[in-house]
């Protein structure tokens, strides 16, 4: 693997970063290399030298569905914090990967565009929304998708960005179905409306979330994928397992999907409990929860 500073000339780097400080679950061990590219170009060139030099990578947004290892991650994490970038573009927005959805959100209902109103009290950024098509029960952030830009895995010679539809890309409900493609930017078609409308569905919609949410504790969100025609929440509840706890991690009392880090969780207590979770609501419903959280794997 070529020096570290090689990729630093790319995009600035710092080494031994805690993720801890970088996902809303506040846990995570050290990335070997944190890169924060500042234009989605340069994105695109960091991914095709680590490529090129294989050196292991992943992307990280706002980690606010992301778990990352107690043991901490070998090779490259790139963050996508300062690509913050929106513009108005023809009948929607266009947004750069690191784009925050609070400000997605902002931005849209001043200029009068709606479409966002769902994603209203969600962390994360424009690219980690797309991979995991954020949203909610009937609605995903793909569904006002006019393009996506990506950089496509196995990309080694010279910048390479692509365009998409979302026909062509085919998003499933909570899944962006990318492949290992990068999100560097996104265009999106978006329906002019009076603000004034788009604001009273905004705080509607908070309004709801915050009295069902446990949204003043350090969590992932959802930690499942709803089942198709059920909740997995209502199935975790009916579990019995609502309030369970594994060192600091528990199980809301408010909203049985969500985990949180009571403090001092450790990456080892959550995969613990919903492993615990998933067993107790298998037996009692005969149902398999599928995680929503991403969780990465414990270095060997
Ligand atoms: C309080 C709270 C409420 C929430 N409410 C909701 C909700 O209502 N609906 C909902 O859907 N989610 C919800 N979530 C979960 C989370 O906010 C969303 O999944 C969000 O879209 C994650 O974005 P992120 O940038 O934090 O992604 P991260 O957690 O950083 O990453 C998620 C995945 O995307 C990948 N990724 C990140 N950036 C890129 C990129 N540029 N290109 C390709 N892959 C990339 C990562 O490698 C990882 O696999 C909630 C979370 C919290 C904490």
Same mark, same amino acid.
């Given at each position: ?5 090689? &990729? ?18 506040? #846990? ?31 992307? =990280? ?9 107690? $043991? $901490?991650?070998?090779?490259?994490? #790139? ?10 573009? $023809?009948?929607? =927005? ?7 959805? !609070?400000?997605? *959100? ?6 009068? =565009? ?11 950024? @424009? ?18 998708? &006019?393009?996506?830009? /990506? ?21 499933? &409900? ?5 492949? %290992?493609?990068? @999100? ?5 078609? /978006? ?22 949410? !446990?949204? +003043?504790? +350090?969590?992932?969100?959802?930690? &499942?994928?709803?089942?198709? %025609?059920? +909740? ?15 060192? %600091?991690?528990?199980? +809301? ?5 969500? *985990? ?32 929503? =959280? ?7």
């Amino acid at each position: 693997m070529p020096s570290p500073e090689t &990729y630093a000339e790319i995009a600035p780097m710092r080494r031994d970063e805690p993720l801890s400080q970088w996902t809303t679950l506040r #846990i995570g061990g050290n990335a070997e290399m944190f890169f924060e590219p500042h234009r989605p170009e340069k994105l695109a060139d960091l991914l095709t030298a680590l490529e090129k030099d294989d050196v292991p990578w992943r992307m =990280l947004g706002a980690g606010a569905n992301t778990l990352p290892p107690d $043991g $901490g991650v070998a090779g490259a994490i #790139i963050h996508t914090g300062n690509m913050r970038r929106i513009f108005r573009d $023809g009948d929607g =927005l266009r947004a750069w990967a690191g784009a925050t959805l !609070p400000s997605l *959100v902002h931005t849209a209902h001043g200029v009068g =565009l709606a479409g966002f109103e769902s994603l209203v009290g969600v962390p994360g950024h @424009v690219g980690g929304a797309i991979a995991m098509n954020a949203g909610s029960a009937d609605w995903g952030i793909w569904d006002e998708v &006019y393009n996506v830009v /990506l950089w496509m895995p196995g990309e080694r010679e010279g910048l390479k960005m692509e365009e998409f539809t979302p026909e062509q890309i085919g998003p499933k &409900y909570r899944d962006g179905n990318l492949n %290992g493609a990068v @999100v560097l930017e996104v265009h999106f078609h /978006l329906e002019p409306q009076p603000p004034k409308v788009i604001k009273d569905r905004q705080d509607d919609i908070l309004q709801r979330k915050n009295k069902s949410q !446990p949204v +003043s504790i +350090s969590s992932a969100g959802c930690a &499942y994928k709803n089942p198709p %025609g059920d +909740s997995a929440g209502r199935l975790v509840e009916a579990a019995g397992m609502k309030g369970f706890q594994v060192g %600091g991690a528990q199980i +809301s009392e408010l909203h049985a999907n969500f *985990v949180l880090n009571r403090g001092g969780a450790t990456a080892a207590d959550v995969r613990s409990l919903i492993a615990q979770v998933e067993e107790r609501v298998e037996s009692e419903s005969g149902i398999r929860l599928e995680r929503e =959280l991403v969780i990465w794997p414990e270095p060997l």
